[in-house]
């Protein structure tokens, strides 16, 4: 269970002016819950994930992962982010390796487990490849292998699929619940896109522009294991009809840099 | 077709090195261009040639002082370009002396040097080390620095500790930009063990330069030049491979720059 209490993140600029990204957030993640957040550029989805990560610590409040309070970055964590950020000069199996390098925990069937993990997102032949070798949507796939190796409890995902085209997208997007379905753990997913978030969560948070704060708490009853027909689905249209609402009733579409943030998918 | 061309590429430079060449032999012998003054290709060679003992010897001894001042600059300037890269205080602190022992001439600083530490190896090798080590420093410090925060942030959340972020994240990161600077400073080196040299020395290709002027035997000198620049030619393709064996992905990443730059 992850949880938020009363958080305010305050950034400064060069100059020392603050800059308000969060703002009073409480909220809590049940384990193994799938949860997206959605909101405009800018309302601190990444703050919450790095949050949770231990890579920043809360101006007010606290965060806590089962009771534990964040005070740092924790080994039981994934992250994936929005570029696949993978080691240029590493094959892909060295890549997938590395978190477990980094806390030396290395094993022979830690490696087994790597070309598994490959083999499941269909990657088995490119593990002595290198990064520059692959596609976007096969560089993410590695991505995705490397967070999720070490078992870690909770998953977080900036944007991980913002750089990549529809079609592989959604690919991408039902091979992640597979394998969530296979190993439950809690994922909190931040994302620009309302229908990836319907379809592939249990809950959807959406937020408000700078400072951000919880808009609204939204329960996606779909039933699992989801597919991308699901979008005739009435449950479906209610849910993105309605964080739509809510997004553009804090900011009316007056001009057309708002559509951006919210692409149907 | 790309075959054709990277033939075209070496045997087009080649011939027109070859054609100066003759011209210059020509030209030489036709206006009987007196030999103190200018001498001829085949003289120079000729020459050089005569004393192939002492012109190996001066040969080795200015490798020495390169590959020393050059080997001195590299440990020195790495953990100033690390501590830079990790410390703004010492980057604020340092930066403005770096750049001011950039601007000493180092042909005014090579006499100063003999007067305190005397007519030997070292002041040669300080000079070349002077030369050297500031394209390193700031081409190491560029590269660490220029490392992207996500990868920096993939080692914190896997509680990376600093060394290994250095050793594993930071420093790969930044070998592109490292052997951009060791391209540029073995180079230097060349120039800076020839001015300790030229102030110094009783051996050396700067040494041989020195003493055949002064007797008037040009040819010679012109020898130990051309010597000079193809000791540069040969360092420089060196780190080249170097950098091809070793580190591969780092010339890849320097053609994909090119390739979109």
Request: charged letters at 20%; proline letters at 5%; a neutral charge.
């Given at each position: 269970m992850i949880e938020f209490h009363a958080v305010d993140k305050i950034f400064s600029t060069v100059d020392g002016e603050p800059v308000p990204a969060l703002n009073d957030v409480t909220l809590t993640i049940p384990r193994n819950q799938f949860l997206s957040v959605v909101g405009p550029s800018g309302c601190g989805k990444s703050t919450l994930l790095r949050l949770i990560a231990g890579l920043l610590s809360p101006t007010q409040g606290n965060v806590s992962i089962e009771g534990e309070l964040v005070n740092g970055p924790r080994p039981d964590l994934g992250f994936v982010f929005q570029a696949p950020t993978l080691l240029p000069w590493s094959s892909v199996l060295d890549n997938v390796l590395f978190p477990l390098r980094l806390m030396r925990r290395i094993t022979p069937e830690s490696v087994?487990?790597?070309?598994?993990?490959?083999?499941?997102?269909?990657?088995?032949?490119?593990?002595?490849?290198?990064?520059?070798e692959l596609s976007g949507g096969m560089q993410q796939r590695v991505a995705i292998c490397r967070a999720l190796l070490h078992h870690p409890s909770v998953l977080l995902m900036d944007e991980p699929f913002g750089a990549l085209?529809?079609?592989?997208?959604?690919?991408?997007?039902?091979?992640?619940?597979?394998?969530?379905?296979?190993?439950?753990?809690?994922?909190?997913?931040?994302?620009?896109?309302?229908?990836?978030?319907?379809?592939?969560?249990d809950r959807v948070i959406v937020m408000t522009p700078r400072p951000g704060r919880v808009l609204a708490d939204i329960g996606v009853r779909l039933a699992r294991p989801r597919t991308f027909d699901l979008d005739r689905d009435p449950e479906f249209q209610r849910c993105t009809h309605a964080i739509r609402d809510l997004i553009f009733g804090v900011r009316p579409t007056s001009g057309t840099g708002e559509k951006a943030w919210v692409t149907s998918g | 077709m790309g075959h054709f061309?990277?033939?075209?590429?070496?045997?087009?430079?080649?011939?027109?090195?070859?054609g100066l060449l003759l011209v210059w032999e020509v030209a030489v012998r036709v206006f009987r261009i007196p030999v103190y003054l200018l001498p001829a290709p085949s003289e120079i060679w000729r020459e050089t040639a005569a004393i192939p003992q002492r012109t190996i010897e001066n040969t080795v001894a200015t490798l020495e002082t390169v590959l020393l001042g050059f080997a001195v600059s590299v440990l020195v300037s790495l953990p100033i370009a690390v501590m830079i890269a990790y410390s703004r205080w010492f980057a604020e602190a340092v930066y403005p002396l770096l750049v001011?022992?950039?601007?000493?001439?180092?042909?005014?600083?090579?006499p100063i040097l003999v007067?305190?530490?005397?007519?030997?190896?070292?002041?040669?090798?300080?000079?070349?080390f002077l030369v050297a080590f500031f394209p390193l420093v700031i081409s190491a410090a560029t590269g660490l620095l220029a490392t992207p925060k996500e990868l920096c942030e993939l080692g914190r959340c896997h509680m990376a500790s600093w060394w290994q972020e250095l050793a594993y994240i930071r420093f790969p990161y930044a070998v592109p930009y490292v052997f951009s600077g060791v391209k540029v400073a073995i180079t230097l080196a060349v120039v800076g063990a020839v001015v300790g040299e030229f102030v110094a020395a009783d051996r050396g290709l700067g040494y041989m330069i020195t003493s055949s002027a002064a007797y008037f035997r040009t040819p010679l000198a012109y020898g130990a030049m051309v010597l000079l620049s193809l000791m540069g030619i040969v360092l420089f393709q060196v780190v080249v491979v170097i950098e091809k064996v070793f580190f591969p992905w780092s010339v890849?990443?320097?053609?994909h720059d090119q390739r979109a730059g």
């Open positions: 087994n487990a790597a070309k598994e993990f490959l083999g499941l997102v269909g990657l088995a032949d490119f593990e002595q490849r290198y990064p520059a085209d529809a079609l592989t997208r959604e690919e991408i997007a039902l091979e992640l619940l597979r394998i969530w379905e296979a190993q439950p753990k809690t994922v909190v997913f931040v994302t620009h896109s309302i229908s990836e978030a319907v379809l592939l969560s | 061309r990277l033939r075209r590429s070496t045997i087009l430079p080649l011939a027109v090195l070859l001011f022992t950039q601007s000493i001439p180092k042909v005014a600083l090579a007067v305190a530490i005397g007519a030997n190896e070292l002041p040669r090798v300080i000079v070349t890849g990443i320097a053609q």
